[in-house]
C-alpha cells in the first residue's frame, strides 16, 4: 500500500483549507442563473450543492438535470431530493436546448434523476432533449451522465443514440460500500453498462467519489474493473456531506494522494484522469471530448 497523508479523526469535522471555495459572484453567475429561472429548468449545480458552481456558472457553464428533480432512489450520499416524481415534461428538451443556445455555451453537460418508475427509465427524453441542442446548437457537444437503467439495454442504447459526444454513468463509490452508499445500485450492472456503452462505440466517462471509507486497494481495484469494461476517463473527487441526514465524510483525501490516484489511473490502463479534492463529473469537462 502507498503511504501518503491523510486527516485525523479529529480534523474531521473542520474541512481542510484546500476544500475552501469561491462564493458564486459575476454578471455571467447572474446571467446563467437568470435563464435556469426563466426557463424553470433545474440544474445538478443547484439540487447537489456542488461546491464549483460559482466558477462554473462565473464562466457561463452549468449542468442541466432533466427529468425532474425529484429522485426514485435513496442514495446515502446525494442533496436531490428522493420520492415520488411528478409526470416528466414532454416540453422540456424545447426549453433546455433554448437556454443552452442563449447561453453559447461550446460544451454542455445533461444528467437527471433516476425514473425507475418509468419503462423506459426516461430514455425518450433524454434522446429528444439531445437531439433539441443538436438542431438548434450543432457546434455544441455534449456530455450526457447517464443513470442506472437496471439492464433496460434497449433504453440504454436510446439514451446514448441521440449524437452526444460523451456518456458518463458514475460508480460513484468502491464495490463494499455499494449497499449503504447506493442501495438500489448493483457495482457489477453498472460496470456491464459501461461496457455496453463502450461497445456501442462511445467515449465512456465515470465518476467516484473518496472519503466514503474506501481503501487504496479498493479504489485500485475499481480501477482495474473499469480499465477491463472499456472506461475511457474517470473523475475522482472528494465526497463532502450534504446535510446530516447523509452519510458521513469518514476521511478527508490529502491532495498529494488524489495526485497518487491520478498516475495509477493512467497507469492501469484509464486514458484520462481528472483527479482532485473538488473534482466532481462534470467539471471541466469540456477536456474530455476530445480524449
Not at 453567475?29 to 458552481?53: A, W
Not at 464495490?175 to 462511445?202: D, F, H, M
Amino acid at each position: 500500500m502507498i503511504e501518503l497523508p491523510v486527516v485525523s479523526t479529529e480534523q474531521r469535522t473542520r474541512r481542510p483549507d484546500w476544500l475552501r471555495v469561491k462564493l458564486p459572484i459575476g454578471e455571467n453567475f447572474k446571467k446563467v442563473r437568470s435563464l435556469v429561472d426563466e426557463y424553470k429548468l433545474h440544474t445538478i449545480c443547484q439540487s447537489g450543492n456542488c461546491p464549483n458552481m460559482g466558477e462554473c456558472w462565473g464562466e457561463g457553464t452549468a449542468t442541466f438535470m432533466i427529468l425532474g428533480n425529484v429522485c426514485t432512489r435513496s442514495c446515502t450520499f446525494c442533496a436531490v431530493a428522493t420520492g415520488r416524481p411528478n409526470e416528466y415534461d414532454t416540453d422540456e428538451p424545447r426549453r433546455v436546448a433554448e437556454a443552452i443556445q442563449l447561453m453559447q455555451v461550446k460544451h454542455a453537460v445533461l444528467t437527471s434523476v433516476n425514473r425507475d418508475e418509468l419503462k423506459d427509465k426516461g430514455a425518450e427524453i433524454w434522446y429528444q432533449t439531445v437531439r433539441a441542442v443538436k438542431e438548434v446548437s450543432p457546434k455544441t457537444t455534449i456530455e450526457t451522465l447517464i443513470p442506472d437503467t437496471k439492464s433496460n439495454w434497449e433504453a440504454l442504447y436510446r439514451m446514448i443514440s441521440a449524437g452526444q459526444e460523451v456518456v458518463s454513468h458514475n460508480m460513484e463509490t468502491v464495490e463494499r460500500l455499494y449497499r449503504n452508499v447506493r442501495p438500489q445500485a448493483k457495482y457489477a450492472r453498472s460496470l456491464e453498462q459501461i461496457r455496453r456503452t463502450k461497445e456501442y462505440g462511445q467515449r465512456t466517462k465515470s465518476g467516484i467519489m473518496l472519503g466514503l471509507g474506501e481503501t487504496q486497494d479498493e479504489v485500485f481495484k475499481a480501477m482495474d474493473d473499469l480499465a477491463e469494461n472499456g472506461l475511457d476517463i474517470l473523475t475522482l473527487g472528494q465526497y463532502l456531506q450534504p446535510t446530516k441526514m447523509h452519510h458521513e465524510v469518514i476521511e478527508f483525501i490529502h491532495p498529494d494522494t488524489f495526485a497518487m490516484y491520478r498516475e495509477e489511473g493512467l497507469r492501469r490502463g484509464l486514458k484520462y484522469v481528472e483527479s482532485g479534492p473538488l473534482v466532481r463529473s462534470s467539471y471541466h469537462a469540456e477536456r474530455h471530448v476530445h480524449v
